[in-house]
Nanobody, 126 residues
Framework: VQLQASGGGLVQAGDSLRLTCAGS????????LGWFRQAPGKEREFVAA????????YYSDSVKGRFTISRDVTKDTGYLQMNSLKPEDTAVYYC????????????????????WGQGTQVTVSS
């Protein structure tokens, strides 16, 4: 599975960005899709995920109500719409895939995801 995240940039607090995760042809349509982020000096943390089957969505408490994950399986593309951005959202954002069999508790763990795209930097100024 080959993934590439894009859409990051430098924005001001309160602005919006939409990140895109593009897969190579047929590369992640059969998998769950997750977004993670990593700030300097911090561990990679879960942001959001969506199941391939059923479309169940999961969010971290820190982004719930502000971020929206979605995917278009026909285009092999995933999205992370980020609204009301805060300086603490500054990080490198990664998209990743996990098997459909991933249990719910593992959907929040980076260890369940076995294919990762290159990250895209999001910087939010105050």
């Amino acid at each position: 599975v080959q993934l590439q995240a894009s859409g990051g940039g430098l924005v001001q607090a309160g602005d919006s960005l939409r990140l895109t995760c593009a897969g190579s042809e047929g590369s992640f349509s059969a998998y769950n899709l997750g977004w993670f982020r990593q700030a300097p000096g911090k561990e990679r943390e879960f942001v959001a995920a969506i199941r391939r089957r059923g479309g169940t969505i999961y969010y971290s408490d820190s982004v719930k109500g502000r971020f929206t994950i979605s995917r278009d399986v026909t285009k092999d593309t995933g999205y992370l719409q980020m609204n009301s951005l805060k300086p603490e959202d500054t990080a490198v954002y990664y998209c990743a895939t996990s098997p459909q069999s991933t249990i719910t508790s593992s959907m929040y763990s980076a260890r369940a995801y076995n294919s990762w795209g290159q990250g895209t930097q999001v910087t939010v100024s105050s």
